[in-house]
């Protein structure tokens, strides 16, 4: 059978004399595993070993997606689903691994394609060689991963398994043929994808070294865009000229960033996810900027900074501001093992409720406010949320054992209470109009209570000027 190439419709066409040709010559490849195996392989097997132990006798396919079309002929830059790279630490495209009944695992690869034979690593542009990278031969990506590796064409699916869905089609496809051929399907998928989330609830030793990498990242990725205010003011896509000097950092120093940051400058902060990120700075203005830098290993932090962009607070922006991290204060004090996922919110909400209320905005009382939910007029979404290998992390999860369940040592959060008021609102003063305030950190739960990982960078009102005016 002829390969299948992936080649753009005005490449030029190769002679059998080019094809002999290219097939010749080459010098031996050195082993790409030199440097031993990745750092994850050890804690990968223990949670592979676990999968296996909540589905006994089973087969578990679990695929690391595919290549995406950007445009025409051009993809996205590859990115693995989150319970791939949990599972493996690889991070190739178009790759199964599957847990077999017996307990086995096997990662099913592409490796790269010899140059004796074909004409994959020269013509295809998806996956050859000169035009993708080398990916790992079968022995170099056994040595990486410390698990068995196959060809990704001896992959037989078809006998019936549970499978991660929505990754990968043509693995759904092969699955599902195998399972109407033996009778009705239940839901055993559905509850392998929860499983897959859930087991990422709490953090091991590894994880939480890699996020807090991340997080110390993101916070150097902040000082730089403090930094570099003075030439983003002379722009008129000041949000995006800040956006591209985070950018460079989380290139720098990680795989990329975890999520599109959101820059927004005056009444944008207003906007929950700006990202267009194309407006001009006002020197009078608050600046919001949430980002966070994903590691080459995928874990991402997620921290967001207001700030002024004169360097100090007017009179208004800073009791908006105070407000905000009281009520953030308030959420981190509840967060301790055994405490409910949602006390935390519910607490940042209530100090909210009592500044509105103390400003005249609201006339209910705190109680029947937080019953009626009046109060999410000027702060619309929950406090926080998990934090992980996606930035909206473990979000298969059962609510029973994610958010209306308790806290465990390990598990990695985010705080971000916030005020957000609309430019036409007009409920309120005219000087709050306009104003959008959210205070974001990143934070792990110990025996203790919880460690603040993102404390490199400061929160209250008076250290945000201090830290400005050393920057600046």
């Known amino acids: 059978m002829a390969e299948a190439l992936n080649i753009g419709s005005h490449d030029l066409p190769v002679t059998d004399d080019l094809a002999a040709f290219m097939r010749t010559g080459w010098a031996p490849q050195e082993a790409g595993a030199q440097a031993g195996p990745r750092p994850i392989a050890p804690w990968a097997a223990k949670r592979r070993a676990a999968l296996a132990q909540r589905f006994p006798g089973e087969r578990l396919v679990i695929p690391a997606g595919t290549l995406k079309v950007r445009s025409n002929d051009s993809d996205y830059r590859f990115r693995p689903h989150s ?53 790992p031969d079968l022995a170099e990506a056994a040595a990486l991963y410390q698990v068995e590796c196959a060809h990704i064409r001896d992959l037989e ?42 087991m990422r609830l709490v953090k091991d030793e590894w994880e939480v070294g890699e996020l807090q990498s ?63 990120n194309d407006g001009a700075l006002g020197r009078g203005d608050l600046l919001l900027m949430d980002a966070g830098v994903e590691s080459d290993t995928l874990y991402t932090a997620d921290v967001t900074r207001t700030f002024p962009l004169s360097g ?55 109680d029947t406010l937080m019953e009626t939910g009046l109060y999410r007029r000027y702060t619309l979404c929950s406090s926080g949320h998990m934090l992980g290998l996606d930035v909206h992390d473990c979000a298969r999860s059962r609510a029973e054992v994610y958010l209306d369940g308790v806290l465990e040592e390990g598990n990695v959060l985010t705080v971000e209470p916030g005020l957000y008021f609309q430019p036409d609102d007009l409920t309120l003063p005219e000087e709050l109009r306009g104003i959008g305030i959210r205070i974001e950190d990143d934070l792990v739960i110990t025996a203790g209570g919880a460690r603040l990982m993102s404390d490199a960078l400061p929160r209250d009102p008076d250290g945000i000027e201090s830290w400005m005016g050393a920057l600046l």
């Open 312 to 366: 100090r607070f007017s009179g208004v922006q800073r009791q908006a501001y105070e407000l905000v991290h009281q009520a953030q204060e308030a959420a981190i004090a509840t967060l301790r093992p055994g405490a409910r996922f949602r006390d935390f919110h519910l607490a940042a909400m209530r100090v909210i409720c009592e500044g509105l209320r103390d400003w005249g905005l609201l006339k209910q009382s705190v």
């Open 83 to 135: 319970a791939y790279s949990y599972l493996t630490g690889a991070g190739e495209s178009d790759d199964v691994l599957v847990i077999e009944p017996s307990g086995e695992a096997v990662l099913y690869v592409r490796p790269r394609a010899p140059r004796e034979e074909g004409q994959e690593f020269y013509r295809d542009r998806r996956y050859g060689e000169f035009w993708a990278g080398p990916r």
């Open 214 to 276: 991340a997080v110390d990242a993101t916070a150097r990725g902040f000082e730089d865009v403090v930094r570099a205010l003075p030439q983003a003011f002379g722009h008129p896509r000041g949000e995006r000229y800040l956006e591209g000097v985070f950018g460079l950092r989380a290139r720098l120093e990680g795989n990329a960033t975890g999520y599109d940051s959101i820059v927004a400058a005056g009444a944008h902060a207003c906007v929950l996810h700006w990202i267009r």
């Open 157 to 198: 699916l078809g006998r019936p398994a549970r499978v991660l869905r929505g990754v990968d089609a043509s693995v759904d496809a092969a699955v599902d043929a195998a399972v109407d051929a033996a009778g009705p399907r239940g839901d055993g998928d559905a509850e392998l994808e929860s499983f897959l989330a859930e």
